[in-house]
T-cell receptor
Framework: DAKTTQPTSMDCAEGRAANLPCNHSTISGNEYVYWYRQIHSQGPQYIIHGLKNNETNEMASLIITEDRKSSTLILPHATLRDTAVYYCIVRPWAHSGGGADGLTFGKGTHLIIQP | DSGVTQTPKHLITATGQRVTLRCSPRSGDLSVYWYQQSLDQGLQFLIQYYNGEERAKGNILERFSAQQFPDLHSELNLSSLELGDSALYFC???????????FGPGTRLTVL
């Protein structure tokens, strides 16, 4: 799987948009970008994933650059409950039966939402 | 609530002992994954089962083993426990078509 690089930590004011960058310059054509987050010692939580088009769901938006070498996760109106470690993960799409392999987590970005 | 359940929540045991962690996946999910999270190693993938069969192995020690039963629940067995095995153990499940993983609340294992 391609390696990802994320800032160690970021601050964001409550109510503002939180923009979390991820660099994945070695991503290959069949690899998707996934974002998960982990709120203090809870199980990681899936947020969003995408291949090359921008994606939006009820939690966040994912913006992937045209060359696919980087992406940004956007939490549009951050709340204190969004304080967590955010993981950007690149992995191939699972076409075969049995699903994709386990996720490779890096150190992620510790996002702190300030009141 | 992800729909994945894990028991027990906490487990305290001594070095050299053996323990079993249990995971019930979301209804209908055929794939189960086990992860270990320790302070020094971060979140690491251990092993994956799909519909009862082992499908992928990560950084799982030989002292550790897992299985998935016909009702799709899974157990992770840890034996000859060492102090360094103290960690949070997470189970996740997923299903086609996008295979996004849903994680349980974890089991915190403390080896004294």
């Amino acid at each position: 799987d391609a390696k990802t690089t994320q800032p160690t930590s970021m601050d964001c004011a409550e109510g503002r948009a939180a923009n979390l960058p991820c660099n994945h310059s070695t991503i290959s054509g069949n690899e998707y970008v996934y974002w998960y987050r982990q709120i203090h010692s809870q199980g990681p939580q899936y947020i969003i994933h995408g291949l090359k088009n921008n994606e939006t769901n009820e939690m966040a938006s994912l913006i992937i650059t045209e060359d696919r070498k980087s992406s940004t996760l956007i939490l549009p109106h951050a709340t204190l409950r969004d304080t967590a470690v955010y993981y950007c993960i690149v992995r191939p799409w699972a076409h075969s039966g049995g699903g994709a392999d386990g996720l490779t987590f890096g150190k992620g970005t510790h996002l702190i939402i300030q009141p | 609530d992800s729909g994945v359940t894990q028991t027990p929540k906490h487990l305290i045991t001594a070095t050299g002992q053996r323990v079993t962690l249990r995971c019930s996946p979301r209804s209908g999910d055929l794939s189960v994954y086990w992860y270990q999270q320790s302070l020094d190693q971060g979140l690491q993938f251990l092993i994956q089962y799909y519909n009862g069969e082992e499908r992928a192995k990560g950084n799982i020690l030989e002292r550790f083993s897992a299985q998935q039963f016909p009702d799709l629940h899974s157990e992770l067995n840890l034996s000859s426990l060492e102090l360094g095995d103290s960690a949070l153990y997470f189970c996740a499940s997923s299903v086609a078509p996008d295979w996004k993983q849903f994680f349980g609340p974890g089991t915190r294992l403390t080896v004294l």
